[in-house]
């Protein structure tokens, strides 16, 4: 593809950017990108078209949205309104708080929701730290050194990609069961690390980003390979480091089939196996258990700190995805 | 296309031949420089060898032998095999996932590529904050999602079911066994049409500019334009989106689960991760688990090597 679709992500800070506010930033940003864009009304639009298109995103956005609209307005209610008032709309008594409260607790020994939230943070911020760390070395050591094999490893490492979960978790299990770690934080910790997808981003950001000149003249002045590569390389690796940081501590947050397999605890549930079981109990148990409410609020609470993050770091992940793009 | 404009690179940017021309001196450093680049790679690579090749090794391994409660574990070859191969309800399943992805990829694609365009051109209002919309649902995890959407499709209480009652579709079941799957469809889109859109706008970004300007002057109409020239800059990237979301299609497995813990009509072999989930760990067929993981990651490599001839034989591959 063209050199374009390579640039390193929007995150890359020029010396210009350092020293602006972020509403400055973002308001340039705004600015290049209405530059960059042909204006609309060459294109000789009919009278209408804006509109219309305006209104087919509208209703798009409202498809988009409206699980999420959803999930807010019904963190508010009572189990028995969620069933028996209007979806999308608040109903009294306004339970926001007592449903909120009802996360701390270990009701009818179904786990406790912050238990399990905590336990994802540990995994994701374990799992995915980790594996960014081992992604930005071993996408360095591809991009920018050539030894006997490293061609070999690469396309083993790739072709895993091909291979479904269930063909590495399921036996996995099985090893587990001898190596006693079932029920261990690690037996989830572990497999986490090992992100090939992190790898190729982060070779692809290597031989775009850092130039081999730089570190041949590192090593002329007798620089060791370790100190080049945390002195001269991983500074200019840091924006494509948040993108694999990013889509590492996603994938564990997200990760549902590992889990649900190794641990039989509750207290060890990261927040999807946790909530996968407990409609499983509300369901069996045809509405006895207070459960519902809690789903609803666990959902809300669960999505919250993603959307965040995701609508803070934007600039890492649309770079992120444009060198995902790129992948063929 | 080059476009230097955009060509963000910190520090200095080494010009493409200058990347590929190896140093002089290169033989004096090369041996030792051979074991640091090994040293570099093999954090990573052990750990890819302990948790991914160590277990996919042990799926086939295990996928010839057959553990019995009496009679312990014996080497049956390919009897594993020829079960899997022989039974209904698991290509069942694998139908399902490919009438699944049949249909959702392409209309995802579609309408992903629409409002990429629309981005692309600056034809809507508030284009960036319905960049930032649609692409919302992807830092929803998909439990998550699978759950809010079992609970507004639920067949008596489900908003979305008052709302087809009222449109006039009285006693529609959602979460049945005969809408199952359009459901799980509508699902995904949800969850994955902003993502794709998001990459394809990526793509189309690249299309140099003076390009379609000279369409511009030449009076071409704005569908040719997007037609024949942009769709055409853009085709290795949805080809590989393509790809990507048919390899997750094969392996749908988080929404059809926790959907049937939700009330929908989802039998025990739905999809083949389904039914190797419920046989192995339900049921402790482990063996047997395995033969089905090995065949679903077989046919997943063939998806991908047909593919990859596909575009070698286009020409899109060297």
């Known amino acids: 593809m063209s050199t374009t679709a390579l640039a390193p992500p929007d995150g890359t800070e020029t010396t210009a950017s350092r020293s602006e506010t972020r509403r400055q930033r973002r308001r340039r940003e705004r600015l290049e990108e209405r530059d960059a864009a ?20 509208a209703l798009f956005a409202i498809f988009t949205l409206a699980p999420v609209v959803w999930i807010i307005i019904n963190s508010t209610k009572s ?60 996408g360095y050591g591809f991009a920018r050194f050539r030894f006997r094999g490293s061609k070999a490893f690469f396309y083993l490492m790739v ?8 063909a590495i978790t399921l036996p996995l299990y099985l090893v587990y069961a001898k190596a006693h770690l079932i029920n261990s934080i690690w037996g989830m910790i572990l497999p986490s690390l090992v992100s090939p997808v992190g790898v190729y981003l982060m070779r692809t950001y290597v031989e775009l980003s850092v130039p081999r000149e730089l570190i041949d003249a590192a090593r002329i002045d007798g620089a060791g390979e370790t100190r080049i590569f945390f002195r001269v390389a991983l500074p200019l690796m840091v924006p494509g480091l ?55 609020m666990g959902g809300l609470v669960t999505i919250v700190p993603m959307i965040a993050l995701f609508l803070i770091l934007q600039r890492y992940w649309r770079g992120g995805l444009l060198l995902g793009s790129i992948a063929n | 296309m080059s476009d230097t404009a955009t060509l963000k690179v910190p520090g200095q940017a080494p010009p493409p031949q200058a990347a590929r021309r190896r140093g002089p001196g290169r033989s004096s450093w090369s041996r030792r420089r051979d074991r640091r680049g090994l040293a570099f790679i093999a954090p990573f690579m052990i ?69 990429a365009t629309v981005f692309d051109l600056g034809v809507a209002r508030l284009g960036r904050t319905f960049r930032t919309i649609f692409f919302i649902p992807f830092a929803v995890p998909i439990v998550v ?27 529609t079941n959602f979460l049945s066994s005969g809408l199952m799957l359009p459901s799980i469809i509508v699902i995904a889109i949800w969850e994955w049409t902003g ?21 511009i002057l030449d009076d071409t109409p704005l569908w040719k334009i997007i037609l024949k020239i942009k769709l055409p800059m853009v ?10 979301n048919t390899i997750g299609a094969l392996q749908l497995f988080i929404e059809p689960e926790i959907l049937s813990y939700q009330g929908g009509s989802i039998t025990n072999t739905w999809t083949p991760v389904v039914d190797i989930y419920n046989t192995s760990i339900a049921n402790s067929q482990y063996n047997l688990g395995a033969a089905m993981a090995v065949v679903l990651a077989l046919a997943i490599i063939a998806v991908s090597v047909g593919s990859m001839a596909f575009r070698r034989h286009r020409g899109e591959l060297a």
């Open chain 1, 38 to 57: 042909i204006p609309a009304h060459l294109y000789g639009l009919k009278r209408g078209t804006v509109p219309l298109i305006t209104a087919l995103c």
């Open chain 1, 79 to 138: 189990q028995a309104n969620l069933f028996g008032s209007f979806g999308f709309w608040f109903a009294r008594p306004f339970e926001f708080f007592h449903n909120f409260s009802l996360l701390f607790q270990n009701v009818d020994d179904n786990g406790t929701y912050f238990q399990w939230f905590g336990n994802t943070v540990l995994y994701a911020v374990l799992g995915g730290g980790g594996a960014t760390a081992l992604a930005a070395f071993a």
């Open chain 1, 159 to 166: 072709g895993a990609l091909l291979v479904p979960i269930a």
């Open chain 1, 242 to 296: 948040m993108t694999v940081l990013l889509i590492s501590v996603v994938t564990v947050w997200n990760n549902y089939f590992l889990p649900l397999i190794i641990f039989t605890q509750n207290r060890l549930f990261p927040l999807t196996v946790g909530m996968g079981v407990w409609s499983q109990v509300a369901e069996r148990s045809g509405g006895n258990t207070n459960l519902y409410p809690m789903i609803v």
């Open chain 2, 47 to 115: 750990a890819f060898g302990l948790f991914t090749l160590v277990p996919l090794g042990y799926a086939i391994y295990d996928s010839v032998y057959t553990t019995r409660i009496i009679g312990g574990t014996t080497f049956t070859g390919f009897g594993n095999y020829s079960q899997v191969l022989t039974s209904g309800p698991f290509w069942g399943g694998f139908a399902r996932v490919i009438v699944f992805g049949a249909i959702q990829i392409p209309v995802m694609l579609v309408v992903a590529f629409f409002f």
């Open chain 2, 145 to 171: 999602a699978a759950i809010m959407w079992g609970f507004l499709l639920e067949p008596t209480y489900g908003p979305i079911t008052h709302l087809a009652n009222a449109l006039g579709f009285g006693g």
């Open chain 2, 195 to 215: 993502y794709n859109s998001i990459i394809l706008y990526s793509a189309l970004k690249s299309v140099p500019r003076d390009v379609v300007e000279a369409a």
């Open chain 2, 235 to 244: 085709r290795s990237a949805i080809v590989m989106l393509i790809f990507l």
